[in-house]
Every structure is written in C-alpha cells, then in structure tokens.
C-alpha cells in the first residue's frame, strides 16, 4: 500500500492523554530549565550530529542523480553545522527546542533543499545486492536449529547483527568504510548477554507458549539489517502461523529501507510460486508507514498503516532510532518489543549499557 493521505495515530499506542505518549526517549532539557539557554545534554547531542555530517557529506557527494553533487554536498555540511550552531545559541530557534526527531528533520530538510533526496541509494544497492545473495544461506542455518527456542534466539541475534549496518553514526560509519559488515562474523562478536535491557528469555517463552495472529515490524535499515536480520525472523514467525506486516519508510532516510524498494527486494528473494525459501508469505504483507525520519512519532503515521495494525497482538519497533532513541518507553495496548544495538555513546551512558550493546525490551499485555 502506498500513503498519499494525511497521517494519524497509531492505533495500538495508548492514547496520548493515557500514557502521555513523548516519542523521545532520551530528554534533553526539563521544564526548569532555561528555555534560552542549550543544556549540556542538548549540547552534547548537536555534537553528535556535528559528527555525522562527513558520512552525510560524503555519500552526498559521491552520487549520481544531482548536478554538482561535490559543491551541493559541501554546501549542505555548512548549512547544517550552522543550524546546530543557532540551535546551541538558541534553543528555541528553528522550531526548538531541540530534540531528535527536530534535530533529524532539520538535516533532512537541508539535502532535500539541495536536491539530495536518496543521498545513501549507492551504498544501499551494494549491500541489498550482498545481503541477498546471502539470503538463503542464512535461513539454511537457521533452519537447521531444530530446538525452536534456540532457533528464535538465533534469529533475534541475527537482528542485532544486522542492525549494526546504520551509517547515521559516526563511529560505525567509519567502521563501516573501513571493514564492510560481515553479517556471520557480526552475529558471533555480539557483546555478552546479559544486555542492556535483556527480556529475550520471557519473549522466548512466551512465544513457545502461544502465537501472535498478527505481528506489526517497523524495519530499519537496508542492507543486512532487513534482508538477513528482519525476513529470517518474519519467515519464522509465518512458519508459526502469524500474519506479518512490515511497516517501511515513505521517503529515503539515511540507509533506511523504504516501503518501494522493500517490495523490489521481496520479489527478487520470492520464487516463482512466492514461496520465501519454502514458506508460503501469502501472510506477508509491506506496508508504507508514511515516516520519512531514521525516528518515528507514532502519533503520525499513514492510514494504510493504521488500518493494517488495527487488530495486531504484537508491534516490534526495531533499531536504534525507532525502537531505543524513540519508543523505547512507548506503551501499547497490545504485547510489544523494542529491538536493537545501541549505536551513539550517549545512549549507551543514558542506559547504563555499552557501545554497540543490545536491547531487547518486551512488554506483555
């Protein structure tokens, strides 16, 4: 489904005025704070975002589809460091004061000015073309698990491994230039458990007990993250009976999927009876989530989406924007997980965990 219609809630988060639903995790600021004034945490996160601007900058330049992508590229890397600049001298400025959901769209605004609205498509290609020749020797090894708890947990790790593909962090962008992301070696060099927030054992049990008639999955990333972390996943779950909607980006966003090429690389891993490596994904379904941010407000989603998730016992929110910087508190009316690596290290501190250490939040309802 394609969302060309205004946004509205999500219908499986408790009311706003229920749960006083605020999509960033982390606050950068309280009420008593000077309101003309940047705050250190405020400050600290505007760095975090000054770092990032060479990997923007960077593949900015590098593409194809924009006229002049060099000076275009530079311009933009200026055009940001000023609005975080403005932003530090005045929080209140630019539509602040400042979170990650503004601090994001600011910097989406200033490619999309300068024509640069895929500015990650090349390195995107490269590694959905990689993860899908991997594809089938993933599931194989899952697959051969035959102990199903061990097999999900397996699977989950495969989510963590993927995951790690995100080039909006400074450190794993230049890890990524540096080494590439092999996804094997990834999935056996995960920290030790037990994680940061470690409920995967509850989650395990849980799921051998019953099973989700619907589950909706805010993906992530390209690349590994969805093709060899997210479908292995999905496809268990469709082996157990669940209908599984994916929900992906309207508009590109860093390295995230979008809903189009979401659904070009399902039909290139489908074979000629739609089958996903043996499984029939006549339950599989895409959605657009009308999102154009690496975050999410779940107050503003597409109706598409809405109606979808209207009778869902399960939403996973995965990655680190999604389900760690926003959502991680987010209650919903039905049983929820918050998946994914933990990529800036603010976050980490925030959690009290490591850099590059894995959430796995559930909450039964």
Not at 80 to 101: F, M, N, R, T, V
Not at 229 to 239: D, Q, S, T, V
Not at 271 to 300: C, F, Q, Y
Request: charged share 25%; hydrophobic share 40%.
């Amino acid at each position: 489904m394609e969302s060309d219609s205004e946004m509205v809630p999500f219908p499986l988060l408790k009311t706003p005025i229920e749960s006083n639903y605020r999509p960033c995790t982390i606050p950068y600021r309280f009420p008593s704070d000077n309101p003309r004034k940047a705050t250190p945490t405020e400050i600290a996160w505007m760095d975090t975002y000054l770092n990032s601007i060479p990997s923007f900058k960077n593949n900015a330049a590098s593409g194809t589809t924009v006229a002049d992508a060099s000076a275009k590229a530079e311009k933009f890397a200026q055009r940001y460091a000023e609005l975080l600049d403005d932003i530090k001298k005045d929080p209140e400025s630019h539509g602040g004061p400042p979170d990650c959901i503004l601090l994001c769209r600011l910097r989406e605004q200033v490619l999309r000015e300068l024509g640069f609205r895929d500015a990650f498509k090349k390195v995107k290609d490269v590694e959905n073309a990689k993860a899908i020749s991997l594809f089938p020797d993933v599931v194989r090894l899952n697959d051969n698990i035959e102990d199903g708890e061990k097999r999900l947990e397996n699977l989950v790790r495969g989510i963590f491994a993927g995951n790690l593909f995100n080039l909006g962090s400074a450190e794993l962008a230049k890890v990524f230039s540096r080494d590439g992301m092999p996804f094997l070696a990834s999935c056996q060099n995960l920290v030790p458990r037990p994680w940061v927030i470690d409920d995967l054992d509850t989650f395990i049990a849980k799921s051998s007990r019953k099973s989700w008639k619907k589950a909706i999955i805010f993906v992530d990333n390209s690349g590994a993250d969805v093709i060899l972390g997210i479908l292995p996943f999905a496809r268990e779950l469709l082996k157990r009976g669940t209908q599984v909607v994916l929900a992906a980006n309207d508009l590109p966003s860093i390295n995230d999927i979008t809903y189009r090429e979401l659904v070009e690389i399902l039909s290139k891993l489908k074979d000629e009876s739609g089958m996903l490596v043996g499984v029939d994904t006549k339950k599989l379904l895409i959605a657009n989530s009308g999102n154009d941010l690496p975050v999410i407000d779940l107050t503003r989603v597409s109706q598409e989406l809405a109606y979808l998730a209207s009778d869902a016992d399960l939403v996973i929110l995965e990655g680190n924007g999604r389900g760690i910087e926003t959502n991680l508190y987010s209650e919903f009316k039905c049983d929820s997980v918050k998946i994914g690596t933990v990529k800036h290290p603010e976050v980490a501190q925030f959690l009290g965990g490591r850099l590059y250490d894995c959430v796995f939040k559930y909450n039964e309802v």
